[in-house]
């Protein structure tokens, strides 16, 4: 079953997948003026998702996309997430398949990991933290949803606050969230309007460079 498919994700055509990925786009924002180095990266993402060798991004790492206000950031990764959505197809190869969270797909008797990805805001994941438990127990737990999830991109990260209170317990959510699905190996997508070196001043130098193994920064 492996080998069938691969054999489909060589034989990808990227101008109907990219099609597929404007489509959406469209319905998502209208006509949109995306120069060629936005069309670079939505035709890379597309790769990646199908786990080509022709992708120019590594397989085995997420990606950040940074940039200035208005460069389209975030409609990348929401329309990324409905293109996964919708390729019912897409089969997931190219990382570390066990102990984590897919969509399943029951073919000839077998079950196929089909790709999928959550999307969150930095705020609402905040929120989840600042919100529950009396203790610090339950907004863990809360949290601790988010660690497990195989691809899992954060919206707008560097917007928060550094840290955030519990009932006297402090927290940098973007660091621990980042840093447990990390130990687990799972991929961390994220959109943020830092620099690199501004990454690494708001959440250390051990989270920035964990950032910087496991993750295609995207400019």
């Avoid at 055509?13 to 924002?29: A, G, H, Q, W, Y």
């Avoid at 999830?149 to 006297?168: C, F, P, Q, R």
Wanted: charged fraction near 25%.
């Amino acid at each position: 079953m492996r080998e069938i498919i691969r054999e489909k994700i060589n034989g990808l055509n990227l101008k109907e997948e990219r099609n597929k990925f404007l489509t959406i786009v469209s319905n998502m924002v209208g006509d949109i003026d995306a120069d060629k180095s936005l069309l670079e990266i939505w035709d890379n993402l597309i790769l990646w998702a199908w786990g080509h060798p022709d992708c120019k991004y590594n397989l085995n790492k997420g990606f950040c996309l940074t940039g200035n206000v208005g460069t389209s950031k975030t409609v990348t990764l929401e329309a990324f997430r409905r293109y996964l959505d919708a390729s019912k197809n897409l089969y997931y190869l190219h990382k570390r398949v066990s102990g984590v969270r897919y969509s399943h797909l029951i073919r000839n008797g077998k079950a196929l990991r089909t790709m999928r990805m959550d999307l969150v805001h930095i705020n609402d994941l905040c929120a989840v933290y600042e919100s529950l438990g009396v203790d610090g127990t339950e907004d863990r737990v809360g949290l601790s949803a988010y660690y497990n999830y195989a691809n899992l991109a954060i919206d707008d990260v560097g917007t928060e606050s550094a840290t955030h209170k519990n009932w006297g317990n402090s927290l940098n959510v973007f660091a621990t969230i980042f840093e447990m699905r990390y130990a687990k190996s799972n991929f961390t997508h994220f959109t943020t309007n830092l620099s690199v070196e501004q990454l690494a001043k708001k959440y250390g130098v051990r989270v920035h460079d964990r950032l910087r193994e496991s993750s295609n920064i995207i400019v």
